[in-house]
């Protein structure tokens, strides 16, 4: 089956900076429509046919690389309104059922049940549905190894507590199982702001929320609450990347102060001479904004991946725009251009800053966007799917 594409190239700010053997101005971008329809605000990546190429999944397709020209069904498709929403908010990949096919995780409109479909692998027949998770709340659920096992959880919250859901191949067709992590509290399923990563350095994966981060404990209880660490690092995040932004040897967080308002944020961890563990915030586009300057702003910042753009060994982050996240008229300038950046990562001896580079000003993100390679260059490309349709950014430095 064919489908509309459509293929522009688009250069990025003209920043003439050195990283490593690639520059910045040099990292251009062909932007390929894979559909120009309303399917999923969340899309992703696998093997889905083990040819040694990287496929692209967005809502009910998944779309063969290495040039994404043939789609294949995997759900019934339904096509959504944009001044509202649909039924999946993000999409995730693994292997579920232990077959060696990836297989696909939907991540539904939040507070609602959620599926994975199994590939049907060699036997070329229809991805058959296994219900897997209940009431699956928070609009930014991650997907990580929080338990250390080699396989990622999926992160989110549910009747009030916070925690992770694990999966076992073994068991496919078995409910997976919620652990929490929090005592209980206010969490709702329009809760905003999730991510995993090791804090304090123990080796361990911790879990972060808006207000504070939860730490691992070396033993694991069922229903014990893990350590809480009271901390504002947002009014209201997305996904909260942990990284060591500074090359300081502890791990830093970035994310946005408000995914529906402005502001983007990472924070400097520091610890006084206890060992004690606190954050420094560092502004990158303001929280509120001059609305008569000419400086960058950006809305609604709800999504965001790490990844290495431009091959200098540091993780820089990949963010935009979630077009018409509440509709045309719903949110803090929606008809704003609905714009992908780039942000690099540079230290130096003043500090670490992040210099922001376009990638495109006609699809955004939505409440996913996802960075990894698809094509032969060693440069991430970058895939989203939203309001707008289902797009595929492939690096051309």
């Not at 609009?139 to 916070?162: C, M």
């Not at 420094?280 to 001059?290: F, G, T």
């Not at 992040?354 to 996802?370: E, K, L, N, W």
């Amino acid at each position: 089956m064919k489908y509309l594409i459509t293929a522009s190239v688009i250069l990025l700010s003209a920043t003439f900076c050195l990283i490593g053997t690639v520059h910045a101005a040099d990292i251009a971008f062909e932007k390929l429509t894979l559909s120009d329809k309303f399917l999923c605000e969340g899309a992703y990546y696998a093997d889905f046919d083990r040819d040694g190429k990287t496929d692209v999944v967005s809502g009910p397709y998944w779309y063969a690389g290495p040039d994404f020209k043939q789609r294949h069904e995997i759900r019934p498709v339904q096509e959504f309104d944009p001044k509202g929403y649909s039924d999946n908010f993000l999409t995730y990949t693994g292997d579920f059922n232990g077959d060696q096919w990836p297989d696909i995780f939907y991540a539904p409109w939040p507070g609602k049940d959620a599926s994975w479909y199994e590939n049907p692998g060699e036997k070329k027949g229809p991805w058959i549905e296994h219900p897997c998770l209940k009431n699956v709340g928070n609009e930014s659920p991650v997907w990580g190894d929080v338990t250390g096992d080699g396989r990622p959880e999926l992160v989110y919250n549910i009747d009030g507590f916070l925690g992770y859901a694990e999966w076992d191949p073994a068991k496919p067709d078995q409910p997976w199982t919620f652990h929490k992590v929090s005592t209980e509290g206010k969490y709702q399923r329009y809760t905003h702001g999730v991510g995993v990563g090791d804090i304090n350095g123990d080796g361990r994966t911790d879990i972060l929320e808006g207000a504070c981060w939860w730490e691992q404990p070396a033993e694991l209880k069922e229903g014990e609450p893990w350590i809480q660490h009271p901390f504002k690092f947002a009014e209201a995040a997305a996904q909260m990347p942990v990284y060591d932004i500074d090359g300081d040897g502890l791990n830093d967080v970035v994310t946005a102060w408000h995914c529906h308002l402005y502001g983007l944020v990472w924070y400097k961890q520091i610890r006084n001479d206890k060992g004690e563990i606190t954050f420094e915030q560092n502004v990158i586009l303001p929280i509120e904004p001059d609305m008569e300057s000419d400086a960058l702003r950006i809305s609604q910042l709800h999504a965001y991946d790490l990844a290495d753009m431009n091959g200098d060994g540091l993780l820089d982050f990949v963010t935009g725009k979630r077009f018409w996240a509440h509709g045309p008229t719903g949110d803090k300038e929606a008809d704003a251009p609905a714009v992908v950046y780039w942000f690099e990562l540079q230290r130096g001896p003043g500090g670490a800053k992040f210099v922001p580079h376009m990638i495109d000003d006609d699809s955004g993100v939505g409440t996913q966007v996802a960075a990894a390679r698809l094509n032969d260059d060693p440069i991430p490309d970058v895939i989203v799917g939203n309001k707008k349709g289902t797009f595929v950014f492939l690096s051309k430095p």
